[in-house]
């Protein structure tokens, strides 16, 4: 009950997140395109900030409870991504 928005991000990444997040967060987005920016968000985490962990998990969240949708290495990623604008 402490949280009341579509989206948030926690720990000493989260501003790196946030930037992720806020660039590509709009109201209607399909489950698989949340995934997706959910994975790119926390992965901004992990690739800016010293503190954060190396691997990327993703999970789903709804009114039936929480499931686990990915966990992937930040390295793999990052070659994922490299040459996408982030």
Known sequence: DRLHH???????????AYGVLDTG???????DEALSLA???IFAATY???YSGGTVRVYHIDEQGWK??????SMELYYKFKDEKM
Request: glycine fraction near 6%.
């Open 68 to 73: 686990r949708i990915s966990e992937t290495d």
């Open 39 to 41: 994975q790119r968000s």
């Open 6 to 16: 579509h989206l948030f991000s926690v720990g000493s990444g989260s501003t790196f």
């Open 48 to 50: 800016r900030d010293a």
């Open 25 to 31: 967060y709009r109201y209607d987005l399909t489950k």
